[in-house]
């Protein structure tokens, strides 16, 4: 075994292509994977932030906000996915509202 740590988490798979970030506060940007270090700071290029609903902070609307390039400090990364390959789906646990 080398003495070397190793990191959980493996973004070189995932550079020049498409990511999505959710960040603590409730903030989601997607864009182009640029650049990443040891802390979790990444730089994505082509970033654009969903925006979120003023009544309701924790729902995001179908509005975009185009960011250019950015960076996100790694303190405030909570989620990177892949977005080629997913697909939003309906949440299964909402109950239908009664008319």
Do not use: W
């Not at 700071?41 to 185009?66: G, Y």
């Not at 960076?71 to 080629?84: F, I, K």
């Amino acid at each position: 075994m080398s003495g070397r740590k190793e990191t959980v988490l493996d973004l070189a798979k995932f550079v020049d292509k498409g990511v999505q970030v959710k960040l603590t506060g409730g903030r989601q940007v997607t864009g182009t994977l640029k650049g990443y270090d040891q802390l979790l700071n990444l730089v994505l290029d082509e970033a654009v932030e969903f925006v979120r609903d003023h009544d309701d902070p924790l729902k995001t609307t179908d509005q975009t906000r185009r960011l250019g390039l950015i960076v996100c400090r790694g303190t405030a990364v909570m989620l990177v996915s892949p977005t080629d390959g997913t697909e939003e789906i309906a949440n299964p646990f909402v109950q239908a509202e009664a008319v």
